[in-house]
């Protein structure tokens, strides 16, 4: 039996082909029939342009039904698909693309030109264009294509993906995530989500990232069911069809701007049976706020791009503020010391994981890739936590500067080297601090050179044109140093106690 991820999606599919699998939000509905045959014209497109199996595709676009098949080509063509975030600069796809060297980069109309430039720079054959109402060159050729395809036959390991997310060094890396991987999380997520039947998904996030393309559109497939499909995310027209969903997936700012709105009610929600939030740290107090408007305990779960989801609280089971649940079905996870070390029951220690949803490492990069891994084959995440008295894991910090704003990695390293780089900067050190909206963002302490003079907003101005809004921080300060240990290193820890009561007043004032 063929391990292509798509094959295993096939074998769900309802019986009825006609069932709706999407449904937008002015009530057009895409039927599992037409995704099928949809994904049969990308792969044949694919294969027209030369693209064999294993060859990389990027995609730069916006959400639409028509970018779903095209995910789904990639996979029945056995090419590598590489969705990448719709805010990354002329610069960082640059390098995305020179890294990856894929054979085909798909993009909005509105760059095309400017794309076909920078796909031809960094080697890349062709480039094909798709806009936010699935229309572009790419559905055009498509259309022209047969509608039937005799899905490749894949290995477990074979690539079916690469996210990229930004490292502590400053350069992004690229995860591979295989076949197998990807089938063996969405199995464990449809059994440890209870999906059924009768579920069906609101989904509001964006697919260019773990959440709302794995997580969420890979567990609707692999349960044969359909989802209502939000361009973006909008509090007030999430709210308006709840009553259609059964299910509902979100980052912790969705989770506080429909706080925000007060048709959010427990008659709302009615028809809900599960709120799930993932990607950032959810605010205790807007984890019992939810509770207490609602009636729905939110469901928080753990993941990483690097591994899917890996721990979630159980439906069926009591939940508390701050624990993110047990270990998914096919995951061993270990708390240890820097020596890798189980720690004692009630310690915190460093999270360790092994599983079958794991990724191959990271592209181009061996070295990196073996540095992650223990010396036993444990997956070092870099985060911090320990274990409640029931078993569930509670993450206390994470051991790398990295924070998530918004549902999105931040690895300061990155943008402090750019800031660096301005005229007048000497030295620059970015924090993630509590942010009531985005969980975490991101505060920039600058130290200028002696005579130099320099200005906080015209910091994050250059900041906006050079990486993704996401990144920029929210608030840039100035400082006459930086505070450092014995052997030179910044201590950020330092930092955060310093800033933490001048950021909590700027956000109670802003």
Same mark, same amino acid.
Request: with cysteine; net charge negative.
């Given at each position: 039996?063929?391990?292509?991820?798509?094959?295993?999606?096939?074998?769900?599919?309802?019986?009825?082909?006609?069932?709706?699998?999407?449904?937008?939000?002015?009530?057009?509905?895409?039927?599992?029939?037409?995704?099928?045959?949809?994904?049969?014209?990308?792969?044949?497109?694919?294969?027209?342009?030369?693209?064999?199996?294993?060859?990389?595709?990027?995609?730069?676009?916006?959400?639409? %039904?028509?970018?779903?098949? =095209?995910?789904? @080509?990639? *996979?029945? !063509?056995? $090419?590598?698909? #590489?969705?990448?975030?719709?805010?990354?600069?002329?610069?960082?796809?640059?390098?995305?693309?020179?890294?990856?060297?894929?054979?085909?980069?798909?993009?909005?109309?509105?760059?095309?030109?400017?794309?076909?430039?920078?796909?031809?720079?960094?080697?890349?054959?062709?480039?094909?264009?798709?806009?936010?109402?699935?229309?572009?060159?790419?559905?055009?050729?498509?259309?022209?294509?047969?509608?039937?395809?005799?899905?490749?036959?894949?290995?477990?390991?074979?690539?079916?993906?690469?996210?990229?997310?930004?490292?502590?060094?400053?350069? %992004?890396?690229?995860?591979? =995530?295989?076949? @197998?991987? *990807?089938? !063996?999380? $969405?199995?464990? #997520?449809?059994?440890?989500?209870?999906?059924?039947?009768?579920?069906?998904?609101?989904?509001?996030?964006?697919?260019?990232?773990?959440?709302?393309?794995?997580?969420?559109?890979?567990?609707?497939?692999?349960?044969?069911?359909?989802?209502?499909?939000?361009?973006?995310?909008?509090?007030?027209?999430?709210?308006?069809?709840?009553?259609?969903?059964?299910?509902?997936?979100?980052?912790?700012?969705?989770?506080?701007?429909?706080?925000?709105?007060?048709?959010?009610?427990?008659?709302?929600?009615?028809?809900?049976?599960?709120?799930?939030?993932?990607?950032?740290?959810?605010?205790?107090?807007?984890?019992?706020?939810?509770?207490?408007?609602?009636?729905?305990?939110?469901?928080?779960?753990?993941?990483?791009?690097?591994?899917?989801?890996?721990?979630?609280?159980?439906?069926?089971?009591?939940?508390?503020?701050?624990?993110?649940?047990?270990?998914?079905?096919?995951?061993?996870?270990?708390?240890?010391?820097?020596?890798?070390?189980?720690?004692?029951?009630?310690?915190?220690?460093?999270?360790?994981?092994?599983?079958?949803?794991?990724?191959?490492?990271?592209?181009?990069?061996?070295?990196?890739?073996?540095?992650?891994?223990?010396?036993?084959?444990?997956?070092?995440?870099?985060?911090?936590?320990?274990?409640?008295?029931?078993?569930?894991?509670?993450?206390?910090?994470?051991?790398?500067?990295?924070?998530?704003?918004?549902?999105?990695?931040?690895?300061?390293?990155?943008?402090?080297?750019?800031?660096?780089?301005?005229?007048?900067?000497?030295?620059?050190?970015?924090?993630?601090?509590?942010?009531?909206?985005?969980?975490?963002?991101?505060?920039?302490?600058?130290?200028?050179?002696?005579?130099?003079?320099?200005?906080?907003?015209?910091?994050?101005?250059?900041?906006?044109?050079?990486?993704?809004?996401?990144?920029?921080?929210?608030?840039?300060?100035?400082?006459?140093?930086?505070?450092?240990?014995?052997?030179?290193?910044?201590?950020?820890?330092?930092?955060?106690?310093?800033?933490?009561?001048?950021?909590?007043?700027?956000?109670?004032?802003?």
């Amino acid at each position: 039996m063929s391990a292509n991820l798509y094959a295993a999606f096939r074998r769900r599919f309802p019986k009825t082909l006609e069932k709706p699998f999407v449904v937008t939000q002015d009530g057009t509905a895409v039927s599992y029939g037409e995704i099928e045959r949809q994904s049969a014209q990308f792969a044949n497109l694919l294969v027209s342009l030369g693209i064999r199996p294993g060859d990389r595709v990027a995609a730069q676009v916006e959400k639409s %039904p028509a970018v779903v098949s =095209l995910y789904l @080509g990639c *996979l029945r !063509a056995g $090419a590598t698909y #590489l969705p990448l975030n719709t805010a990354y600069t002329g610069e960082e796809l640059d390098y995305f693309l020179s890294d990856a060297k894929p054979r085909l980069f798909v993009c909005d109309p509105s760059i095309q030109t400017s794309s076909v430039d920078l796909a031809s720079r960094c080697g890349v054959s062709h480039c094909l264009t798709l806009d936010a109402n699935g229309k572009g060159s790419a559905t055009e050729q498509a259309s022209a294509q047969d509608d039937t395809f005799k899905t490749v036959e894949s290995a477990p390991s074979d690539l079916a993906a690469i996210l990229y997310s930004s490292g502590t060094t400053g350069k %992004p890396k690229g995860a591979m =995530l295989s076949h @197998g991987a *990807l089938k !063996a999380n $969405a199995i464990a #997520l449809q059994a440890a989500w209870r999906f059924g039947p009768g579920d069906v998904l609101l989904h509001a996030l964006p697919i260019f990232h773990t959440h709302g393309l794995f997580v969420a559109i890979n567990t609707v497939l692999m349960n044969g069911t359909h989802m209502i499909f939000h361009s973006h995310f909008d509090p007030s027209a999430v709210i308006n069809d709840l009553p259609k969903a059964t299910v509902f997936m979100g980052v912790p700012t969705y989770y506080t701007r429909l706080l925000g709105k007060g048709a959010l009610t427990n008659e709302s929600c009615q028809s809900v049976r599960l709120f799930i939030s993932g990607s950032a740290p959810l605010l205790t107090e807007t984890f019992q706020n939810f509770t207490e408007r609602t009636g729905h305990t939110i469901v928080e779960r753990y993941g990483l791009t690097e591994a899917g989801i890996i721990t979630s609280a159980n439906p069926d089971k009591p939940r508390k503020a701050g624990t993110v649940g047990w270990p998914l079905e096919g995951v061993t996870l270990r708390l240890a010391d820097d020596n890798d070390t189980p720690v004692a029951a009630g310690q915190t220690g460093g999270v360790q994981i092994k599983g079958s949803s794991l990724f191959s490492g990271y592209w181009n990069n061996p070295d990196k890739t073996a540095e992650e891994f223990t010396p036993d084959g444990f997956f070092q995440t870099g985060d911090i936590g320990c274990y409640e008295d029931d078993g569930q894991l509670t993450l206390v910090g994470r051991a790398k500067d990295m924070f998530i704003s918004g549902g999105f990695n931040v690895f300061p390293k990155e943008i402090e080297q750019v800031v660096d780089s301005m005229d007048g900067v000497e030295e620059c050190a970015i924090i993630g601090l509590p942010h009531p909206d985005f969980g975490e963002s991101g505060l920039a302490i600058v130290v200028a050179e002696p005579g130099a003079t320099v200005d906080a907003e015209i910091i994050r101005a250059a900041l906006k044109k050079t990486v993704a809004n996401y990144k920029v921080p929210k608030r840039v300060v100035l400082a006459n140093e930086l505070p450092r240990n014995a052997m030179g290193k910044v201590l950020k820890n330092a930092l955060r106690e310093t800033y933490r009561v001048q950021w909590d007043e700027w956000i109670k004032g802003r």
